[in-house]
């Protein structure tokens, strides 16, 4: 783990280059780091843009089913897991449920249907890109 990278900000989320470091709310200790992969962000993108193609219709149960195998492809070819970094506690944060449920289940929970709960998991998700000060184009 590379802490000398890490900005030390109690409570947020930072990026360093490809590194993604998260920060102990009560301590100034680097907790996480995870490579922020640029093919998870021009995946999601993508699937946003015409989910119709990726998952056959707007529905975020199918869109985590998906995320989740690409991950595992990606880890099986490199040997490295790529993810969200913090995103998980971002939305148990948003939503106050902290537990055993996963980032899909919590919002889901809090929507009517499985597209209302896909667009919600968009905002959620440019929401999250913007608390942790991606560029522009990074954004979804």
């Given at each position: 783990?590379?802490?000398s990278?890490?900005?030390?900000i109690?409570?947020?989320?930072h990026?360093?280059s490809?590194?993604?470091f998260i920060?102990n709310?009560k301590?100034?200790?680097?907790?996480g780091v995870s490579?922020?992969?640029s093919?998870?962000i021009e995946l999601?993108?993508n699937?946003?843009?015409r989910?119709g193609?990726y998952?056959?219709?707007?529905s975020?149960?199918f869109?985590?089913?998906?995320f989740?195998?690409?991950?595992?492809?990606l880890?099986?070819?490199?040997?490295?897991?790529?993810?969200l970094t913090?995103?998980?506690e971002?939305?148990?944060?948003?939503?106050d449920?902290?537990g055993?449920?996963?980032?899909a289940s919590?919002?889901?929970?809090?929507?009517?249907t499985d597209?209302e709960a896909?667009?919600?998991?968009?905002q959620?998700?440019d929401?999250f890109?913007?608390?942790?000060?991606?560029t522009s184009?990074?954004k979804?």
């Open positions: 783990m590379i802490v990278r890490c900005y030390f109690k409570g947020r989320i990026k360093h490809e590194e993604i920060t709310l301590e100034n200790l680097c907790i490579r922020m992969d093919r998870l999601l993108k699937i946003k843009k989910p193609i998952l056959g219709r707007k975020l149960l869109l985590q089913h998906f989740y195998g690409y991950q595992n492809c880890y099986d070819l490199e040997g490295e897991f790529y993810h913090g995103f998980q971002y939305i148990e944060d948003i939503y449920i902290h055993f449920n996963n980032w919590i919002i889901q929970l809090n929507c009517t597209e896909f667009d919600k998991f968009y959620h998700l929401e890109f913007e608390n942790m000060d991606l184009e990074d979804i």
